[in-house]
């Protein structure tokens, strides 16, 4: 058997040069892990921000649907984009403070409807679907009211998150046309 001469060995300096090379992986494991970690969970811890867009003055709206075309940013998972959304603001009432914003996606296949000042109605040209002034369907295949949105009316201007839709239910529908189930 060979005898290995260790007279040259230094554990000490091996064991320094082992851990020094360990702690520069792990430096440099950190340096781009970290980042990509990151990057991955931002999207799921990230807090919710308010999409809210100003409408205008308050004071500019009638009993009659006023049009807004509206610009926001949307964020799916990591994907960031700009939308545009067409939306109707009216006051519940003449005299009322009450506002009412709808939606005019046809709630049948998502075509945009339109309101018809000469024929008082929301018309979706698609397949006919037609709305009253309260987005309730009152002809063609839509299958639910127009959707509404929240309005929000801060120091004498209307806001609304476009993101924040009111979802509605024809209860008449739903129920086959029989009415509220309710006894009272």
């Known amino acids: 058997m060979n005898k290995v001469d260790l007279s040259g060995y230094d554990p000490k300096r091996r064991a320094f040069f082992r851990r020094g090379l360990m702690l520069l992986s792990g430096l440099l494991a950190a340096l781009v892990g970290i980042p990509a970690i990151a990057f991955l969970i931002e999207p799921l811890v990230e807090k919710i921000r308010s999409n809210e867009v100003e409408l205008g003055p308050i004071e500019e709206l ?9 610009r926001f940013m949307t964020q799916t998972g990591w994907v ?3 939308k545009v959304m067409t939306l109707y603001a009216r006051r519940a009432a003449p005299d009322s403070d009450e506002v009412v914003v709808m939606s005019n996606i046809c709630t ?4 945009p409807a339109r309101w018809e000042d000469e024929n008082d109605r929301f018309f979706c040209p698609c397949h006919d679907g037609i709305y009253d002034i309260e987005g309730r369907v009152i002809g063609g295949p839509p ?3 127009l959707d509404r949105l ?4 801060r120091d004498g201007y ?4 476009p993101t924040d839709y009111i979802h509605q239910i024809d209860e008449e529908k739903l129920l086959g046309g029989k009415g509220s189930t309710e006894e009272g």
């Open 62 to 70: 009638t009993d009659r649907p006023r049009k807004y075309v509206i």
């Open 80 to 82: 960031k984009s700009e």
């Open 108 to 111: 049948h296949l998502g075509c």
């Open 143 to 145: 299958p639910r009211p």
């Open 150 to 153: 929240k309005p929000i009316v």
């Open 158 to 161: 209307l806001f609304v998150d």
